[in-house]
C-alpha cells in the first residue's frame, strides 16, 4: 500500500521586502556556517527579537509566540 504524504500548508502569508544589495551580502556572508538557510530566515529572526525586546521594554505581555521562543532559546542554554 503506498503511504500518502500530507502537505501541510502555512497560514502565515509572506511578503518581499527590499534589502540594499551590500547589506545582503554582508548578511549572508555573517550567517554563514549558521542555523540560518537564507536571508530571509536571519532578517525575520532579527526583527522578532527587537520587536520582542521592545514589548519587554513597555511591560508588555509577551504572546504566545513569544513565550516560545523564550523557551526554546533556554532549552538551548541547558535550561528545562
Same mark, same amino acid.
Given at each position: 500500500?503506498?503511504?500518502?504524504? $500530507?502537505?501541510?500548508?502555512?497560514?502565515?502569508?509572506? $511578503? $518581499?521586502?527590499?534589502?540594499?544589495?551590500?547589506?545582503?551580502?554582508?548578511?549572508?556572508? *555573517?550567517? #554563514?556556517?549558521?542555523?540560518?538557510?537564507?536571508?530571509?530566515?536571519?532578517? $525575520?529572526?532579527?526583527?522578532?527579537?527587537?520587536?520582542?525586546?521592545?514589548?519587554?521594554?513597555?511591560? #508588555?505581555?509577551?504572546?504566545?509566540?513569544?513565550?516560545?521562543?523564550?523557551? *526554546?532559546?533556554? *532549552?538551548?542554554?541547558?535550561?528545562?
Amino acid at each position: 500500500m503506498k503511504s500518502q504524504k $500530507t502537505k501541510i500548508k502555512s497560514k502565515t502569508r509572506y $511578503t $518581499t521586502i527590499c534589502v540594499p544589495t551590500m547589506l545582503a551580502k554582508k548578511i549572508e556572508k *555573517r550567517i #554563514e556556517n549558521t542555523g540560518f538557510g537564507s536571508l530571509s530566515g536571519f532578517i $525575520t529572526y532579527v526583527m522578532r527579537e527587537l520587536l520582542a525586546e521592545e514589548k519587554v521594554a513597555r511591560d #508588555e505581555p509577551l504572546s504566545k509566540n513569544d513565550m516560545e521562543i523564550v523557551r *526554546r532559546k533556554l *532549552r538551548a542554554l541547558g535550561y528545562a
